[in-house]
């Protein structure tokens, strides 16, 4: 027993050596292992551990990822359907532009009268209508766009297989389930909703489209009227007048009826669209009116004599509101794009009736009861204008009219020709102009031709109003801008450094183009050929044309442009240069700073030219590589003839960079002396003493000896030599003339003034006075003061100026005494020598 107890004990202790020897060898083989090796073997595992995870739920995630995107893409649908597809408005306004339409179209298939501002007053109507037609179908497009794009988003997620694909999970697969029944419900409602919009947008754009269609064809019925109009405007188109019968016109009462209904309805249209343009045309009214009363008021309690100032501005200042009210109601008819002609001649009648009043303050007395008449006159043709349809009694009418206004124009002519005191420029030549005119319209209607005698008895009352209201306008603007410069003149602003009397001709030129341009644009608007004029210069303007059947293709249009940019940005040039060229008047008192920021305008110039001549290129469409012929071109010139235009060119940018001389400056060029007045791109000018301008290429400023006496400072020297007669002190004489020096405050004291002992000649002592002026521009003034001091205060002191004595000595054998007159006149030299010598000027040696 004892034995079997030994042996089990020594089993255990070997199996014990040998589980440590085990363990022993397992922990020497594990501190072994590098680190890298530890690494290697965590990045296997955690990969083995991903790939047996991938392995098992990839269709899972797969299934969960698109019901993620799916329920996004069902969002966004019901955004996308519950904004911007409101069809309301629309939906509420179509019936009555379709019930428009077709009053329009039986207006036009039942009318058989109509006048020419009825069919383009009809026209207008119908472009409105298509322009808003035209932007709901834009509108409409785009909304069918959307719910294109959404049906094609729900088709695909009907289409999806994965959605079809169960989990083998059951917990995810219930999750699964639950979602895909929620994914179903939404698209179904929302597929339902998207297809009910858009077979109700379909309906609506076609039922536009079918409006649109109408209107565009009404659109061509009534241009081809309106060809016939002036086809049959030509021609007799109704009976002479002495032969007028009733059916020729339309009743007048009915004619009356259809006019007042017709241009009523087409006011409150128009007063209730453009609201911006009414306003802009308020602002122009109120905008001159207190810029006029701004301007008074500052020259009120700036200006101690102000009616000397308002005397040359009466017009805005006796009638301000009659002023605005012809600026603003000449100006705003243009803001409108085709108004109503009950809008305009609205708008005529307010302006003709402000004319009026002025001419009833400020015209004679024959003038102003000539435009009372004609304006009566005027008024009936406005009426008369109105009318939508033809009538005896207008043609009547009309006859008349122009009968009173060719009598009443015939009785003013000889008191013009009489006394033209006091009338308006032209007037007689523009009443001869109306009186032909007035005579052609009586002729057209007596012989049937009642349409064309309308257009030119209308046209010539209105642009006769119309030619006086722009008289006016370019007189009240030069009147308000003078105020404006007048109220600036104490002020350091941009309009107190201009010269109005140097503004007046060029911008009186400016303003009477434009108002010239402008009445000629009315001029086509009140002979409805407005829209026809503009095409046919658009059409003008816009044709390619090819060079002697070249490849370069250009257009009257780009070369107009071309041309409007260049001389913009010259007129931008001379601007500046005007407004430098003002400050110019006190350039005494112009320091350095001031002088170089003139000089550097021409720097200015040059870049605004430059930039002016790439911006035409730009706006023309001119293509690069024609503009590179061109320099190429311009460059073999230059090698040629041009050289020193070129040179004069650079040498005027070189002085611009480098200022050797600046604007202000007083130099010595080539025996010229004087002061810069402008340093231009190709020469310069320098104002002499004696007034003289003279005009210096920049090549010579660059390539000549230049003296400058202001480069730096104002400051010059002057050099006095005087001269005294021998036996004179010279210390006394050097401390009288230091003296001098000493007691003139405009003397600079550093460097500080001295005199110094000259020479000495054979019949003087020179004294040498050095001195320097502190302003270059006074030192004449400076110097001639200096030397009668001089004079003076030697003179008091008994110090003697030296004298120079002339003897005249005639030889003995040339004294030939003929008689005895001869002989007096002769010797009469010799005898009054003595008298001579002492009567002789004193002489500076």
């Excluded at 929302?190 to 858009?198: P, S, W």
């Excluded at 009523?264 to 207190?290: E, N, Q, W, Y």
């Excluded at 004079?791 to 100026?801: D, T």
Aim: net charge positive.
């Amino acid at each position: 027993m004892h034995k079997l107890y030994r042996v089990t004990a020594y089993c255990l202790l070997l199996v014990t050596l040998f589980s440590g020897a085990d363990v022993w060898a397992q922990t020497k083989k594990k501190k072994s292992r590098s680190v890298r090796d530890s690494l290697r073997a965590a990045i296997l595992s955690r990969d083995s551990m991903m790939r047996a995870l991938k392995r098992s739920d990839t269709s899972t995630n797969n299934l969960l990822q698109k019901v993620e995107y799916y329920t996004s893409a069902f969002n966004q649908i019901k955004a996308n359907l519950s904004k911007k597809i409101d069809t309301v408005d629309i939906s509420a306004q179509l019936p009555r532009y379709e019930k428009s339409v077709g009053v329009i179209k039986s207006l036009i298939d039942n009318d058989k009268s109509s006048t020419l501002r009825y069919l383009y007053t009809i026209r207008d109507v119908l472009t409105r209508l298509g322009d808003k037609l035209d932007g709901w179908q834009d509108e409409l497009a785009d909304i069918n766009s959307k719910m294109i794009q959404n049906q094609n988003d729900l088709n695909a997620i009907s289409k999806d297989s994965t959605l079809k694909i169960l989990p083998a999970d059951s917990s995810l697969a219930t999750t699964f389930l639950i979602q895909k029944i929620a994914i179903d419900s939404k698209y179904h409602r929302l597929d339902t909703v998207n297809k009910k919009l858009m077979v109700k947008i379909g309906l609506l754009q076609n039922r536009t489209s079918s409006v649109y269609i109408a209107i565009l064809d009404l659109k061509d019925q009534i241009d081809q009227k309106i060809r016939d109009f002036g086809e049959r405007a030509l021609s007799a188109e109704y009976s002479n007048i002495w032969s007028m019968k009733a059916s020729e016109g339309s009743d007048f009462k009915e004619a009356l009826s259809k006019t007042a209904t017709m241009n009523s309805k087409l006011f409150s249209f128009f007063i209730g669209r453009d609201i911006l343009t009414h306003l802009s045309g308020l602002l122009v009214l109120l905008g001159f009116l207190a810029w006029v009363y701004s301007s008074r008021k500052k020259i009120l309690k700036a200006n101690d004599t102000p009616d000397a100032v308002f005397n040359q501005a009466n017009y805005v200042i006796l009638y301000p509101i009659a002023s605005a009210l012809i600026i603003a109601f000449t100006l705003v008819p243009n803001f409108y794009d085709h108004p109503p002609v009950v809008v305009l001649e609205t708008f005529f009648v307010i302006l003709i009736a402000a004319i009026l009043y002025i001419s009833w303050k400020t015209c004679p007395k024959p003038l102003f009861n000539y435009l009372l008449l004609l304006f009566i006159i005027t008024n009936f043709y406005c009426i008369s204008n109105l009318f939508i349809q033809v009538t005896n009694a207008d043609r009547i009418a009309v006859l008349l009219l122009g009968l009173a206004s060719a009598y009443i124009s015939i009785r003013l002519l000889p008191v013009i020709k009489k006394s033209p005191e006091g009338f308006l420029p032209y007037t007689g030549i523009v009443l001869k102009i109306f009186i032909l005119l007035q005579i052609a319209s009586f002729l057209c209607n007596v012989f049937g031709r009642f349409s064309l005698a309308k257009i030119i008895g209308v046209t010539a009352v209105h642009n006769l109003w119309l030619a006086m209201a722009m008289y006016y306008i370019v007189q009240m603007l030069m009147e308000a801008l003078f105020l404006q410069l007048e109220a600036s003149k104490n002020s350091n602003n941009f309009s107190s450094y201009i010269d109005f009397q140097l503004l007046k001709n060029k911008f009186r030129s400016v303003l009477t183009v434009l108002a010239s341009l402008l009445w000629v644009v009315m001029l086509t608007q009140n002979l409805s050929v407005e829209d026809t004029v503009f095409d046919h210069i658009e059409a003008f303007l816009t044709t390619n044309r090819s060079i002697g059947g070249t490849n370069t293709v250009f257009t009257f249009q780009s070369v107009i442009i071309f041309i409007a940019v260049i001389w913009l940005s010259s007129i931008s040039s001379k601007i500046i240069s005007y407004l430098y060229d003002v400050s110019a008047k006190h350039r005494h008192d112009m320091d350095v700073l001031k002088k170089k920021n003139r000089t550097s305008t021409l720097l200015i110039r040059i870049g605004v030219i430059a930039v002016g001549f790439f911006l035409a290129v730009a706006a023309s469409g001119v293509p690069i590589d024609k503009i590179t012929i061109i320099i190429s071109a311009f460059g073999i010139g230059i090698g040629f003839g041009l050289q020193n235009i070129v040179n004069n060119l650079v040498s005027g940018l070189i002085l611009a960079f480098e200022k050797p001389i600046q604007v202000g400056d007083i130099i010595e060029v080539d025996s010229r002396s004087g002061t810069i007045l402008d340093i231009g791109i190709r020469a310069s000018k320098i104002a002499t003493a004696d007034g003289a301008e003279v005009i210096i290429p920049n090549g010579d400023l660059i390539s000549h000896h230049v003296i400058n006496w202001t480069l730096s400072n104002n400051n010059r020297r002057v050099e006095l030599i005087i001269t005294v007669a021998y036996g004179a002190d010279i210390e006394k004489v050097k401390s009288l003339l230091k003296g001098v020096l000493d007691a003139h405050n405009d003397i600079m004291q550093i460097p500080e003034p001295s005199v110094l002992l000259h020479n000495l000649t054979a019949g003087s002592v020179d004294f040498r006075v050095l001195f320097w002026a502190a302003d270059i521009n006074t030192w004449v003034g400076l110097k001639s003061q200096i030397l009668a001091d001089i004079y003076n205060v030697l003179n008091k002191a008994g110090i003697q100026l030296p004298q120079q004595d002339v003897h005249l000595i005639w030889p003995e054998e040339t004294l030939v005494i003929s008689n005895p007159t001869k002989e007096k006149a002769t010797t009469g030299i010799k005898d009054t020598d003595d008298d001579a010598k002492s009567d002789q000027p004193d002489q500076d040696q």
